[in-house]
């Protein structure tokens, strides 16, 4: 009888410790994911139309970029508000892609790169909006937060194709 009370505690406490050590392993998992900031690449999961798409994005993306940057430093208010409004429009993807294309585009990524998307381009109206009201403070601001929003994401998606950012 007491044995088995004692068996019965032990499974129980032994119970209690495979699932707490469960628990602190994916939550240990989950910090290091976090920390390394690496999450899975997305290109190699589209659809090649959809990733193609998606790098003439980027490289028309970067190159407003610099466009903004060469604008900003000469205190030219209207190429910023252009070329920061057509980053938010989405030259390429809004353009070009299908009703199908986009679902594709959504199931192959997970939630939170959409939500990183999206606060991407809300900076970039912001951006421009800035640019609209002449104000200079606020555009070298929106323009730090836009590049570091590159940088992030790539950090965290795009590690197949800037493999520099893994030894972060
Ligand atoms: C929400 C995520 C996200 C944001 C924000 C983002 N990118 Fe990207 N970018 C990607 C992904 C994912 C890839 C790699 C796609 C692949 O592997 O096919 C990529 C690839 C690129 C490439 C490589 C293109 C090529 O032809 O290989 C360039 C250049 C680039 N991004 C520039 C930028 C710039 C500049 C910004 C900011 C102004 C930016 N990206 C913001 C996700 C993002």
Redesign the pocket.
Known sequence: MLCDGIERRRDIEMGIFRSTAGTLLALALAVAAAHAGAAE????KLPPKV?GL??QE??A??AA?HEIQDAIIQGQDGVVAEKAQAIYDSFILDQQMTDEDRQALRAAVPEA?VK??QA?HELTGRLAQAARDGDGARQRELFGD??E??AA??AR??T??FPAFTAE
């Open positions: 690449p997305v290109g190699p990733r998606l790098l980027m490289n993306v970067l970029s790169f990183r998307d991407f836009m590049i929003a590159c994401c790539h998606y795009a197949n194709r």
